[in-house]
């Protein structure tokens, strides 16, 4: 025990289940808030290697029934928690759907983060908060993109995390409190979900290795992104909150590839040429489309440390493994 508490929301996502086993390591008391479904009391299968049961006596990871469109909830939790860090991953976080639900992204992914900043305000505790911004906010600025690139969001959720991103400046800015933006690029793992780019393809590509499947259909193939291991990218969150100063930092390997030369990778690593089996489908082409994200992550790494060790080629053989493994898992 380090004797701190952290508050997580969006704990059941792939950044949230990374972050809550790191926290768990170095001792924190970690609470969550987890969505209630229809079916389910919460979609919590990414955190069942630190699942505790709740009648566990030493333990320290407790799930909250909540949501972050329910200011009042989260105003109770706060009060009752006193976080000495509370780090807000909750969001609609698919690009594509914020084009089809973008009203609902808004409220989620933008009003989510002031109502966790009102939160924090009308409790009167003293806590760090982090913000999960993103490098969708530059939208087709030039790359390398970095913390003075000027903001230009092509999409719905860009829109709604510009507004999350900007209410945390001003809540630094007007009360004074220790509240940081990490403006995250593409971060991904085994547990990505399985409607991301990377995902689709890996998981496609162990299927059809299995054969299980024969094609998978995509959109823009020439799409550069700059894609990192999620693992880093909470190690970065849980930095920024321990810094001597309340300082926004970019994210990112500094690598780039498009997404053909990522299906290419992962098709390869499992014994495939991804020209056999990829397809086109326009169904998968955005309104808008962000061409190229290249992150300089230079001054997180200046003045903190950070640096990204695993660039898009490990990750795609490091996901296409797990793909695999869960395959033969299951028979
Ligand atoms: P993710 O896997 O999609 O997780 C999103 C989390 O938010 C899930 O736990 C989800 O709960 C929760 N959530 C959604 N709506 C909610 C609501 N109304 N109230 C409470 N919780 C809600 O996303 P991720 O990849 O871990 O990303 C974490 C954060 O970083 C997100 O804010 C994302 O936008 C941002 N970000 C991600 C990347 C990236 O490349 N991964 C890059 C930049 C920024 P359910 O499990 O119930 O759906
Ligand atoms: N999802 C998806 N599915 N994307 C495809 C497909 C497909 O079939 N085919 C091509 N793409 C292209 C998209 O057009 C986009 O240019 C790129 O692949 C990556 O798409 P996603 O994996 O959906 O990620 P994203 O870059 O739009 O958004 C992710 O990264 C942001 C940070 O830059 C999400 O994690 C966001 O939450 C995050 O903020």
Same mark, same amino acid.
């Given at each position: ?12 996502? *792939? ?19 987890? &969505? ?12 069942? @290697? ?27 939790? #706060? ?12 969001? *609609?976080?698919?690009? *594509? ?26 409790? @009167?505790?003293?806590? &760090? ?7 969708? +906010?530059? @939208? ?28 945390? #400046? ?6 004074? +409190? ?80 498009? #997404? ?22 326009? &169904? ?46 299951? @028979?």
């Amino acid at each position: 025990m380090n004797g701190k508490t952290a508050l997580i929301t969006g704990i059941s996502g *792939q950044d949230g289940s990374y972050l809550t086993e790191l926290l768990l390591s170095k001792g924190y008391e970690v609470h969550g808030i987890v &969505r209630q479904t229809s079916s389910l009391i919460a979609n919590t299968s990414r955190l069942d @290697g630190v699942y505790q049961d709740p009648h566990e006596p030493e333990r320290r990871l407790f799930l909250h029934k909540g949501d972050v469109t329910d200011a009042g909830m989260l105003v109770n939790l #706060v009060r009752d928690i006193r976080p000495d860090e509370i780090y807000n991953l909750a969001s *609609q976080s698919h690009v *594509q759907v914020s084009f089809d639900l973008p009203e609902y992204t808004a409220n989620v992914t933008a009003l989510g983060a002031i109502r966790l900043l009102e939160a924090v305000r009308a409790s @009167g505790v003293d806590t &760090r908060i982090y913000q999960a911004s993103s490098s969708e +906010m530059f @939208g087709p600025a030039a790359p390398p993109q970095d913390e003075t690139t000027a903001f230009h969001p092509r999409s719905p959720y860009g829109v709604a995390k510009l507004y999350a991103h900007w209410a945390t #400046v001003n809540y630094r800015e007007s009360y004074g +409190m220790f509240a940081v933006s990490g403006i995250a690029f593409n971060h991904e793992s085994p547990r990505r979900g399985e409607t991301f780019v990377t995902r689709k393809i890996t998981r496609a590509a162990a299927r059809i290795a299995a054969g299980i499947e024969k094609r998978v259909y995509l959109g823009n193939l020439e799409a550069v992104r700059d894609w990192g291991y999620a693992p880093e990218y909470a190690e970065a969150m849980w930095l920024m909150l321990q810094h001597d100063e309340p300082v926004d930092y970019v994210l990112a390997t500094g690598r780039a590839a498009t #997404v053909r030369d990522f299906a290419e990778a992962a098709f390869a690593h499992a014994g495939l040429d991804w020209r056999d089996h990829v397809e086109h489908d326009e &169904r998968y082409e955005r309104p808008a489309e962000v061409p190229e994200l290249v992150g300089d992550a230079a001054k997180i790494g200046r003045e903190i440390g950070w640096r990204a060790e695993v660039g898009w080629d490990r990750l795609a053989r490091i996901m296409v493994d797990a793909d695999l493994a869960a395959l033969a898992d299951r @028979g």
